[in-house]
C-alpha cells in the first residue's frame, strides 16, 4: 500500500494538472482536499477507493478522471454527491467526471429527480444517477459511469 501526503499548507499545494496514472500499489491520497487543482485530475488504474473530496476548497478539477480503481458503489456515490453538493464551484464550459472502468455502479435510477425542471430546478435526487442527471441537464457536467 502507498500513500501520497499533500502538504497542509494550500499555499504549497497549487498544481496545474495531476496525472496519478497505473499505480497498482497507490491506495491513498492524504490531504487531497487541500491541494488547488482547477485543470485535469487524473487517477486512473490504482486502488483508490476513496473519497476523492472533489469540490473541497479549491479542488474543483475540469477533468475528474478516476475509472478503474475498485471504487465500491459507496465511494461512487460519495464521490458524485460531492460534486452535487459543490455543484456551483464548477465554471466554464469544460467539466466532466469519468468514473467508469472497474468502479461499480452508482444506486439508482438515471432519471430526473421529483421537482426537476430542466434549466431552472434541480429538485429534490435522492440518489447518485439522480444527481448525475442533474449535473448533466441543469450544470453541463459531462458524466460517465458503468
Known amino acids: 500500500m502507498t500513500t501520497i501526503i499533500f502538504p497542509e499548507n494550500t499555499e504549497n499545494s497549487k498544481f496545474s494538472t495531476m ?39 479549491l479542488f474543483i478539477p475540469r477533468l475528474m478522471d478516476i475509472r478503474d480503481n475498485g471504487l465500491s458503489q459507496e465511494m461512487v456515490d460519495l464521490n458524485i454527491d460531492n460534486i452535487y453538493q459543490n455543484r456551483t464551484k464548477w ?3 469544460t467539466k466532466r467526471l469519468f468514473i467508469e472502468g472497474d468502479n461499480a455502479v452508482p444506486s439508482g ?36 459511469t458503468n
Open 19 to 57: 496525472n496519478l496514472f497505473g499505480c497498482p500499489l497507490l491506495t491513498s491520497l492524504q490531504n487531497i482536499e487541500l491541494i488547488q487543482l482547477t485543470a485535469d485530475f487524473v487517477a486512473r488504474a490504482n486502488q483508490l477507493n476513496i473519497d476523492f473530496k472533489f469540490g473541497y476548497n
Open 109 to 144: 435510477t438515471y432519471q430526473p429527480p421529483s421537482g426537476f425542471v430542466e434549466g431552472s430546478e434541480d429538485g429534490n435526487p435522492i440518489s447518485a444517477k439522480e444527481q448525475a442527471y442533474v449535473l448533466e441537464k441543469n450544470y453541463g457536467f459531462i458524466i460517465k
Open 91 to 93: 465554471t466554464g464550459p
